[in-house]
Nanobody, 124 residues
Framework: VQLQAFGGGLVQTGGFLRLSCVAS????????MGWFRQAPGKEREFVAV????????YYKETVKGRFTISRDNDKGAVFLQMANLQAEDTAMYYC??????????????????WGEGTLVTVSS
């Protein structure tokens, strides 16, 4: 199983990036797909999640209205569109797949598979 995330980069404050994550070895339609991030010296934190059929989407409060999560089950991919990026969005971004989230959508340990991450740097 492999989750490959890409699309990160260096962007100025207020800029835009679109992250992609492509899964192989699993059928992502069987998984809830999420994005997490980890800034230097901080714990990994939840960013956004989308359910199996894209009916339900949830976001970290501070990214609501700026980030949009989506998925394409036919392509085995999940996306994170990020607009109006701020310095505090600087982090390594990880995609994750989970079948049963026993604790909750924001708990990293509930997810079964993780990508290696893609770095997002927002400069002021």
């Amino acid at each position: 199983v492999q989750l490959q995330a890409f699309g990160g980069g260096l962007v100025q404050t207020g800029g835009f990036l679109r992250l992609s994550c492509v899964a192989s070895g699993i059928t992502i339609s069987n998984y809830i797909m999420g994005w997490f991030r980890q800034a230097p010296g901080k714990e990994r934190e939840f960013v956004a999640v989308v359910d199996w059929s894209s009916v339900n989407k949830y976001y970290k409060e501070t990214v609501k209205g700026r980030f949009t999560i989506s998925r394409d089950n036919d392509k085995g991919a999940v996306f994170l569109q990020m607009a109006n990026l701020q310095a505090e969005d600087t982090a390594m971004y990880y995609c994750a797949a989970g079948q049963i989230l026993r604790t909750g959508i924001e708990e990293p340990s509930d997810y079964d598979y993780w990508g290696e991450g893609t770095l997002v740097t927002v400069s002021s």
